[in-house]
């Protein structure tokens, strides 16, 4: 259930991690305005070792010099991986759930937990953060525009790469079906229950809404 793009990260880390027996300073804390945790208490918020949040900070701080990254910038940053089709729209809902506190930024801290999730959380931690990318006005509750909504904007952003061309009704279609499916009592809504459960019991739903593939 791990994204490619997520792994190919995670590949980069390890690989950094096995080569770099040198990379033993501390976060440079002084040369940027925004000034993460110490690597201790992420170390133990996280399931990344020193070195490996060492390289991932090093990283960050290349592609955000001032130790945050605002919405444009992080758009940009993401369309790179899918230069074929528009990411901006699903680069907005995924810097949302980056988001985490809702200032506007990401913060090293932000993306690190994030992807410590991503990649080396279980299965009920990732699809809890799925359910909060889904649920796009953070009421709790994933209603069918909301996950029309994302699903749209994957296949804005996937749909080019497609074989066969994918239908312009083709995402709603797909809303139709595992929205009932996972609404099980009904009542025009998912709740975090509801959608961990249809999505553990139903690889179907889960392959079809494109969780933890190719996309995150």
């Given at each position: ?17 096995s080569s770099t027996d040198s990379v033993e300073d501390e976060l440079e804390l002084s040369t940027v305005r ?42 940009d940053i993401y369309s790179q991986f899918f230069p074929q089709g528009d990411a901006s729209t699903y680069a ?27 990649l080396r959380g279980t299965v009920q931690e990732k699809l809890i953060w799925a359910f909060n990318l889904y ?82």
């Amino acid at each position: 259930m791990d994204p490619r793009r997520v792994l190919t990260v995670s590949a980069r880390v390890d690989a950094a991690v096995s080569s770099t027996d040198s990379v033993e300073d501390e976060l440079e804390l002084s040369t940027v305005r925004h000034r993460p945790e110490g690597l201790e208490q992420l170390e133990a918020q996280t399931r990344f070792s020193r070195k490996e949040l060492q390289i991932l900070y090093r990283g960050f701080k290349n592609e955000c010099p001032s130790g945050v990254v605002n919405e444009e910038t992080f758009k940009d940053i993401y369309s790179q991986f899918f230069p074929q089709g528009d990411a901006s729209t699903y680069a907005h809902f995924l810097f949302n759930a980056f988001d985490t506190d809702h200032n506007g930024s990401v913060s090293f801290e932000d993306f690190v937990m994030g992807l410590s999730i991503l990649l080396r959380g279980t299965v009920q931690e990732k699809l809890i953060w799925a359910f909060n990318l889904y649920d796009i006005n953070k009421d709790g509750y994933i209603s069918k525009e909301e996950m029309l909504d994302i699903m749209k904007a994957i296949y804005d952003m996937m749909g080019k790469c497609t074989y066969p061309v994918l239908k312009e009704e083709t995402p709603r279609q797909h809303v139709e079906v595992f929205f009932q499916k996972m609404d099980k009592n009904k009542d025009g809504v998912v709740t975090i229950d509801e959608f961990i459960d249809s999505c553990q019991n139903d690889e179907n739903i889960m392959r079809s809404m494109h969780l933890f593939e190719n996309v995150l």
